[in-house]
């Protein structure tokens, strides 16, 4: 018989029970808990008491970690600026056995830094009655200063044992929670809700329009300040302003809502500084649950400590159709579904919903021939299936390299250049999951209704890695609908990546950069020749073209053209990598431009030529039919008062904007199909390897 008020913390420390205890000093039920099984503990964070402050203004901004063993299996919303915080979270976990304590830990959360540990304690399992609620206090200690006085943390638990049926249905809910909270990516941790459903039930719409009278954290009396935005575990991060306290951004974004009741989004404010780390300007927060759904809100926010406002705009809207089940449930093979789907993408609806382009439909067959990621020479594979900031996950298929999934995933195109990213990982029980290949395929380039094997690539989609996929996607869009989206600014996405200084890749862009300045070279040679008259007849063709362009640009306006200071030398080395990063990246910038441009003419996306060849014919004939001067009015009317019709709009170049569609020589190598192996067939399959 086990008194369930032994529960013990890790530092041996008190706790309180409310459960009654009889004459004889034993507890009411006797509990076997000899036997291994299956169990579920229900746990309710209550709240925290005294917790350390670990910030500058004396608070702390605590959350909650449960692990069992080495395994993260429940982690705490967090409460900000608050040393007594209130959660009233509950969490079923599902344990094997009860050998294992549950260790609880609480970190203060500091955006874009490490997080600070503010203390832990055990709680003995084995020691819990079963079937009884238990109110445990657990007192904070830090391994490494006993003697701090850390605080309290209250929890509510109870214990239930698992059996018959229901634990086959748990032990199948656990394999399915097991490969979710495993998965991570070295950009990106899915949530918890994603992780339980992998669906978002909304998208938030964020422009970040300026900020005003921020905080100077510079010698000359200014900031480069840049705006940091994190939803659970999707983070975007702004341009950097240089030398300004009222910047302007400008900058459009969107998050996903995991939760029907919204969330909160931390934002922070930051001052670049080169070769030093970033000085903090200030923080403030959007509570979702508080802003009504399909409308825009104007939010001026004040930044707490530190100065300032920022200004954004703000907008809830309800999820559009991104889903997944399975393919014997969802196909487009129903033709009813799809004569509703061509309906609604149909070229009469171009002005219903200009930003529904299309319609995507994935289905995740199966895979042969896998890399061995595991020592016993399995591995255990799940597919992770991307559109741009959408992100679904197929189930695992344990011990096994031909996996079978048979999963349909649908999205809402958006962008029909976006490009389709799908990733095979191997699940690891106490790590990241094991990268196994990857394929890029541009929805222009999708064969409808084909049941294709892609053969899978390496991280960087440069070079083959063993093993192919075999998809079938259908794709269906407005085309009218998907011109007009190409002159407007790509969607970003909210997973930033670290630019990184490369040997390999500064010479390669540096390779590329020469390239495309020789072509101007060559061009200006051949320029020249005609004004040497080495070919007579081109001279005079040429003479001819600059007459009559002289004299149709008579009235023509010019253009307007548009510190180092002294660091340590530590710092200038910092500042060199910097530096060093910054040309890498305008290498690529500059060679990019000039490819792309290149690409369109060699028609390297025709669904672009033709709709350049098309701008280009449509603009004929509006100069033919209409003076220039006139065109020149209004287009100067339009820039003068766009911002009197429309403060918040965001600057966009149209040019610029259909240029970023069409893709560089890297990407075009990148979205290049590899031939698979003539054994790999849909028709000619292998028998599955089984462990």
């Known amino acids: 018989m086990l008194d369930s008020c032994k529960l013990k913390s890790a530092c041996n420390l008190p706790f ?6 009889n004459t004889a000093g034993t507890s009411n039920a006797e509990v076997p808990l000899a036997d291994p099984g299956m169990y579920q503990l229900d746990i309710t964070l209550r709240r925290g008491q005294s917790l350390a402050a670990r910030d500058r203004g004396g608070t702390s901004d605590p959350y909650v970690k449960f692990k069992i063993g080495r395994k993260e299996v429940f982690r705490s919303k967090i409460i900000h600026k608050n040393l007594n915080p209130v959660w009233e979270e509950k969490a079923c976990i599902l344990v094997d056995h009860l050998r294992e304590p549950l260790y609880i830990k609480v970190f203060d959360y500091d955006f874009g830094l490490q997080d600070d540990f503010m203390g832990s304690a055990f709680l003995d399992l084995a020691q ?3 079937n009884r609620p238990t109110e445990v206090t657990l007192t904070l200690k830090d391994p490494h200063y006993p003697d701090h006085d850390l605080g309290i943390i209250l929890l509510s638990v109870i214990l239930t044992p698992k059996e018959g049926e229901s634990r086959d249905v748990t032990m199948l809910m656990r394999k399915s929670w097991k490969r979710s909270s495993k998965f991570q990516t070295q950009s990106v941790r899915l949530s918890d809700q994603h992780r339980k459903s992998h669906l978002w039930r909304g998208i938030v719409s964020i ?6 009278d921020l905080k100077a954290m510079d010698s000359n009396g200014l900031s480069d300040p840049y705006v940091k935005f994190r939803l659970g575990h999707q983070k975007y991060k702004s341009k950097i302003m240089p030398k300004t306290l009222n910047p302007q951004w400008r900058e459009q974004f969107d998050f996903h809502l995991y939760e029907e009741r919204g969330g909160i989004i931390d934002i922070t404010a930051w001052d670049k500084d080169a070769g030093k780390r970033d000085d903090f300007i200030g923080r403030c927060q959007v509570d979702l649950s508080a802003l009504s759904r399909e409308q825009t809100h104007k939010l001026e926010l004040q930044l707490e400590e530190g100065e300032g406002h920022l200004v954004l705009l703000v907008t809830l809207t309800a999820s559009a159709t991104v889903s997944i089940s399975d393919l014997s449930i969802n196909s487009l093979e129903d033709q009813k579904e799809r004569e509703e789907i061509l309906k609604r993408y149909s070229p009469l609806r171009i002005f219903h919903n200009l930003k529904d382009v299309g319609f995507l439909q994935v289905k ?10 595991d020592v016993t020479g399995k591995s255990d594979p799940f597919c992770v299936v991307e559109l741009n900031n959408d992100r679904l996950l197929t189930h695992t298929v344990y011990k096994n390299l031909n996996p079978e999934w048979n999963k349909v995933f649908t999205f809402n195109i958006k962008d029909i250049h976006s490009v389709l ?3 095979v990982y191997d699940e690891d029980r106490d790590r990241s999951a094991d990268f196994l290949g990857k394929v890029a395929i541009p929805l222009l380039s999708i064969q409808n209704g084909e049941q294709k094997a892609y053969v899978l690539k390496n991280k960087q989609l440069t070079g083959p890695t063993k093993g192919v996929i075999y998809l ?11 011109s007009l989206r190409t002159l407007i600014p790509k969607e970003q996405k909210y997973i930033e990546e670290e630019n990184r200084l490369s040997k390999q890749l500064l010479l390669r862009n540096f390779i590329r950069t020469k390239r495309c300045v020789m072509v101007l070279v060559n061009a200006a040679y051949y320029v020249n020749s005609c004004f040497d008259w080495d070919s007579p007849p081109r001279s005079l063709a040429a003479f001819v073209v600059v007459e009559d362009m002289l004299e149709d640009e008579e009235e023509e306006d010019d ?22 990063v910054s040309v890498q990246n305008i290498l690529d910038e500059v060679a990019s431009f000039g490819e792309r441009i290149k690409n369109t003419f060699n028609w390297t996306v025709p669904f672009l030529s033709w709709l350049a060849i098309v701008a280009l014919c449509v603009f004929t004939v509006i100069l033919y039919c209409i003076p220039l001067r006139y065109i020149v009015l209004v287009w100067g009317i339009n820039k003068f008062t766009k911002k009197l019709r429309s403060p918040y709009a965001i600057d966009n170049n149209e040019l610029l904007d259909f240029l970023s569609r069409v893709p560089s020589d890297v990407q075009v190598v990148q979205y290049q199909e590899l031939k698979p192996d003539p054994s790999h067939s849909p028709y000619k399959r292998k028998k599955n390897n089984l462990g």
């Open 472 to 482: 079938e996607i259908d794709v269906i869009f407005n085309a009218v609908k998907a």
């Open 421 to 423: 990213e799908v990733t």
């Open 364 to 373: 995740v067959i199966r895979a042969e021939g896998l890399m061995a990621a």
């Open 16 to 21: 309180i029970c409310n459960k009654k205890i």
């Open 128 to 130: 819990l009655e079963l």
């Open 207 to 212: 422009t970040l329009i300026e900020g005003r």
């Open 559 to 580: 253009k307007d053209d548009k510190d180092s200071e002294k660091k340590g030398f530590i710092n200038k080395i910092y500042a060199i990598q910097e530096v060093c």
